[in-house]
């Protein structure tokens, strides 16, 4: 097994540590399901912003966009549940338990954003029978951007994706050039799906 898992504070605080302005973060709603919405308390004890845990329907998000904007307005700053149908503040104490027993936090590398202290999960030692990457002795080079990709600068909300030289000509659904492209959940692609 090669894993390849993250966790998402750690990567949401990096953008706050890097001087990105940011009133508030939609948190993901499958992640915190299992993780809990008590894995934001660190981020927002260094950071006072508001977090609300979305759902995924249409009227999940724009339920949590109102409630962020409510929070702005009554100048607080809080962490909050949306999707209280699924998420709890604990999340599922029994995965978090086997998770902790395979993984370990480190160091890891997220692309368009670099090397992110803490934000990898490592298979531990007691379990590298079966870690890939003890196993095959493997060397494989870093991942290179495309030059004029700027998904760095999109996924961090600097830049939009029609910004982009590439945007729609080189880069497109069918010919991704960068990984906002790829899926259907990339900013490239949601802006080339329905914002041209
Ligand atoms: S349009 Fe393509 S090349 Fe440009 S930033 Fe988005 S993914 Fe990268």
Redesign the pocket.
């Known amino acids: 097994m090669l894993s390849a898992h993250k966790t998402m504070p750690e990567a949401m605080m990096a953008l706050i540590d890097d001087g990105i302005k940011i009133d508030g973060y939609i948190g993901p709603g499958h992640v915190s399901t299992i993780a809990g919405a008590t894995m934001y308390s660190r981020l927002i004890e260094k950071h006072p912003i508001s977090i609300v845990i979305s759902g995924f329907e249409p009227v999940d998000l724009l339920q949590s966009i109102y409630m962020i904007v409510q929070q702005i307005e009554n100048g607080e700053r809080k962490l909050e549940i949306q999707y209280k149908r699924v998420v709890t503040p604990e999340g599922n104490r029994k995965a978090k338990a086997l998770v902790e027993e395979v993984f370990e936090p480190c160091d890891d590398w997220w692309r368009g954003l670099g090397l992110i202290h803490q934000s990898g999960m490592a298979i531990k030692a007691s379990f590298s029978a079966f870690d890939a990457l003890k196993q095959i002795p493997v060397e494989v080079e870093p991942a290179r951007e ?1 030059p ?4 760095g600068d ?1 996924l961090k909300g600097i830049k939009k ?1 029609v910004e ?5 000509k080189t ?1 497109n659904p069918v010919n ?6 790829v899926s259907n959940e ?3 692609q949601a802006f080339f799906r329905y914002g041209r």
Do not use: S, T
Request: with cysteine; net charge neutral.
């Open positions: 495309p004029e990709c700027i998904c999109v994706p982009c030289k590439l945007f729609g880069c991704p050039i960068g990984a906002c492209m990339g900013a490239c």
